[in-house]
């Protein structure tokens, strides 16, 4: 999994959001649209005296589960939530009012930001999934063409008895620590193990005159 690659599936997650847009949204727009044309026909009925087109409104939408609160100006025709609930449970972001005619009615959000919760929820997960999926991922290769590597390579560079090669996979020759892999490989260590090479060889000749000076003196 390489930075471009993560960079190209963020990219195509965050067009494909962008593209299908919000559907919560889309359904919160639909209802307003759909009261404010059902209040427009109610409310703004000729013909009728005061009493009488009130008691139409009551017959419309007391049947409504969705009506909150009607109110025709400062009179409170219907009610599904008693004040305490009303004003402790329900937030502006819970309802909207539509207002035509003298009347007023309060409609119910409460299920659309339930499936708006539902789906940021859902999509959290998803992310959270897709996260750990390239972390798991990603920490394999990083340990693999990284982690290992500078191990390999800290070792050689600082402890005078270590050797060991670096392992340069050829689909990574062009990644920058595998180029420093190739100059460990190629130069440092074949000039490291000739110098060590050539201290044991001085150690080994030190020893001879010793022994040769020790069997003199006997």
């Known amino acids: 999994v390489s930075t471009i690659a993560v960079t190209a599936i963020l990219a195509v997650l965050i067009i494909f959001a962008f593209t299908l847009g919000d559907p919560v949204e889309s359904s919160l727009n639909e209802r307003k649209d759909y009261y404010r044309d059902l209040s427009a026909r109610v409310f703004g009925m000729v013909g009728y005296d005061e009493e009488s087109k009130k008691e139409i409104v009551e017959n419309v939408f007391s049947g409504d589960t969705r009506i909150l609160r009607l109110y025709q100006r400062d009179k409170l025709l219907i009610s599904r939530v008693t004040e305490e609930d009303w004003s402790l449970k329900y937030s502006s972001e819970d309802y ?59 070792r050689g560079f600082k402890e005078k008895g270590y050797s060991l090669q670096v392992k340069i996979p050829k689909v ?25 090479h050539k201290e044991k060889a001085k150690m080994k000749s030190q020893l001879s005159m010793d022994d040769l000076i020790k069997f003199k003196k006997k």
């Open 96 to 154: 909207f009012e539509v207002q035509n005619g003298g009347f007023t009615i309060f409609v119910s959000a409460v299920d659309i930001n339930k499936n708006r919760a539902q789906n940021s929820m859902m999509i959290f997960a998803v992310i959270i999934v897709l996260v750990f999926g390239l972390m798991l991922i990603y920490t394999k290769h990083f340990v693999q063409t990284i982690s290992d590597i500078l191990f390999i390579l800290l």
């Open 172 to 196: 990574y020759t062009d990644h920058e620590i595998f180029q420093l892999s190739v100059f460990y490989n190629d130069k440092f260590l074949p000039a490291k193990l000739k110098r060590l």
